[in-house]
């Protein structure tokens, strides 16, 4: 990399490396795991709701009344939607404990074992007392540590349970066990498959987290890479400028006015020369989307005071930054410069097969007095010059329409014509 | 020699000694700019400006306790003076801050004396004057993703409010704080609350 400028042609960097994006994926994480989100919470509530229709059913079965069967199942689909605040609570829970609202958890819980109790008293299972208090407690937000141990814990008490179940109350009732296999198995195995399906998601985040960081090491080490290119061209420059130095030092003492003073000046140059390669390095991967481009404008443009709008494509990102960047830069640039002009539009828009810029801006008579905004005499201008190149090399055009009361930059590219961005 | 009466009375703030001297020295070799306060930090900027009332302040944007635009907010509500920044790297967003304190010119320090004396006099004459440079880095800015409400709730829990305080401050329900900061986590892609406000302050956005 170092050879592109070890030769002091600092020029030469600014076109040759290619702009990429910066990959700061910010924004990629809420669209990327919310599908894999709205699985997890179905596959949990459908899971609840095929325990509670197996308990209706086998409660039917053993002979129990149909309105406590329904009681049952009505009870239970109450339940299921009171587990969603707490499925809700723990994506959104944000580590910190003292976030945690105790108040909204409180509720769906007091449900669960509100509808065990229900439960227990219209069919005498003791599952059914236990399981639904059981799974709303496994949605809340534990330590992972206390969480596998409560699972452990809860599972093997179910166990327990549909074996007295199978054995006592049931048993007792319908005078077959077997009916009552599928059921307990679903009730005792519904907290283990919750928490599994938690603990799937909470690895799905943490593979998005790792995707996000890997993306950050990329963007460190590059800056790593990126130091030591400035050092070598600090190091390169700083040199040359001693060396001038040194020489304008010695022809001072041999009186050579005229040549030290030449020397000088191309110190100069050079000091100017090394600050400009560091700002090429620096910057050399900074480009936004156009879209983010015009917004930045027009806040930058409001903050000034000027009442600024952009009318933008949906589809503008895809215009040829190449030639848009440069333009939009200069032009927003030119302005805030003037400050004179209250109101400002830029607009940027496919029409047809031709990508369109254009802004306007209201001139002010009374501030834009003849030569106010002239510091640099013509650079305004020659800026202009350059940006209506550029167009002209990818077949476009940059026209301006200088009104009595307004200023007017248009620049097109034709669509086609543009293939690197 | 200009009549003094006429010349452009300059304060220059800058931390660093050598610049700030180095640059008065340059200024006053124009003939119409008068250099009357040389100053090391933004609070003696903001005395010796209440003091003297001079037509241009040249303020360094990094300088110890106050920056040079929170100089210019102060000032601006007192002295009828106009500011000038100059700054060796612009972070993301100080533009906007300074454009928004009414700094009516911002410039690079590489500036040569020559350039910054045109733009002294520019910004004297009531014009503004903002860099190429600055404005191309103040463009390529990386867009907030967070909304305005979501940027209220980092930056008070920024400065060490509770949730609870966070809200009656906004008037909101604690319930919608925590909404906010469960989505700010999630669109930044960071763990906690303090590493939220760190990444919005790196990038300017509180």
């Known amino acids: 990399m170092s050879g592109t400028y070890s030769g002091g042609v600092t020029t030469q960097i600014r076109g040759s490396v290619a702009r990429e994006p910066r990959s700061l994926p910010v924004r990629g994480m809420a669209s990327g795991v919310r599908g894999a989100w709205w699985y997890t919470v179905s596959a949990i509530v459908f899971f609840e709701l095929v325990v509670v229709l197996t308990w209706t059913g086998t409660l039917l079965q053993g002979g129990v009344p149909i309105v406590a069967a329904g009681a049952v199942a009505v009870g239970g689909a109450l339940w299921c939607v009171s587990t969603l605040p707490l499925l809700s609570a723990y994506r959104h829970r944000t580590g910190d404990p ?29 599952l059914l007392l236990v399981v639904p208090a059981a799974q709303s407690v496994q949605l809340l937000d534990w330590p992972r540590a206390v969480r596998t141990r409560m699972v452990l814990a809860v599972t093997a008490l179910l166990a327990c349970l549909w074996v007295i179940d199978a054995n006592g109350v049931v048993s007792a009732s319908s005078g077959s066990a077997n009916g009552y296999l599928a059921t307990g198995f679903l009730s005792a195995a519904l907290p283990l498959m919750t928490v599994l399906s938690l603990w799937w998601w909470d690895v799905l985040i943490a593979l998005d987290r790792a995707r996000v960081s890997e993306a950050r090491l990329a963007a460190t080490q ?17 040199q040359v400028v001693a060396l001038q130095l040194e020489l304008t030092e010695r022809l001072l003492q041999g009186d050579d006015h005229s040549a030290a003073l030449e020397q000088l000046q191309a110190a100069r140059v050079s000091v100017d020369e090394a600050r400009q390669g560091t700002r090429d390095l620096a910057t050399r991967f900074r480009s936004v989307p156009l879209r983010d481009e015009l917004a930045n404008a027009r806040d930058l443009l409001r903050a000034a005071g000027i009442a600024a709008e952009t009318v933008v494509d949906s589809n503008a990102d895809d215009a040829p930054a190449s030639v848009f960047g440069p333009v939009i830069r200069e032009t927003t640039t030119n302005v805030l410069r003037h400050g004179g002009g209250r109101h400002t539009t830029l607009r940027l828009a496919r029409s047809g097969d031709l990508w369109r810029y254009e802004i ?62 | 020699m200009t009549d003094a009466s006429t010349k452009i009375r300059v304060l220059i703030a800058d931390d660093e000694g050598m610049i700030r001297s180095a640059l008065a020295a340059l200024l006053r070799l124009e003939g119409d700019i008068d250099v009357i306060a040389e100053c090391s930090d933004g609070e003696e900027a903001v005395e010796a400006a209440e003091r003297l009332k001079p037509d241009v302040c040249l303020l360094d944007l990094e300088m110890p306790g106050l920056d040079g635009v929170e100089v210019a907010e102060r000032l601006g509500r007192t002295v009828t003076t106009r500011f000038v920044i100059v700054t060796r790297h612009a972070r993301p967003g100080v533009l906007r801050r300074a454009l928004s304190a009414g700094v009516a010119g911002f410039l690079p320090k590489s500036r040569d004396a020559g350039e910054v004396a045109a733009v002294i006099r520019q910004v004297a004459a009531g014009a503004r004057y903002i860099d190429p440079e600055i404005a191309a880095d103040a463009l390529s800015d990386e867009r907030c993703p967070l909304t305005n409400r979501e940027l ?22 604690p319930g919608t704080v925590r909404n906010h900061i469960s989505a700010i986590l999630t669109k930044l892609s960071v763990d906690t609350r303090q590493q939220a406000a760190i990444m919005a302050r790196e990038r300017g956005w509180i």
């Open chain 1, 98 to 126: 003292a976030t945690v609202q105790w108040r909204s958890v409180l509720v769906p819980i007091v449900i669960a074992v509100g509808y065990g109790v229900l439960a227990f008293a219209l069919s005498g299972s003791w």
């Open chain 1, 222 to 238: 590059e800056r790593l890479s990126l130091a030591t290119d400035v050092h070598d061209l600090q190091g390169h420059h700083l």
């Open chain 1, 360 to 421: 306007t801006n209201d001139t002010d008579a009374a501030v834009d007095t003849p030569g106010s905004h002239q510091v640099i005499p013509g650079r305004e201008r020659t800026g202009l010059d350059g940006l209506a190149r550029r167009a002209k090399e990818v077949g476009g055009t940059l026209e301006i329409v200088a009104g009595e009361k307004d200023f007017t930059v248009i620049v097109t590219v034709p669509v086609s014509e543009v293939s690197t961005r």
């Open chain 2, 152 to 173: 209220d709730v980092l930056r008070l829990g920024s400065n060490g409010a509770t949730t609870a305080q966070v809200a009656r401050a906004l008037s909101l329900a």
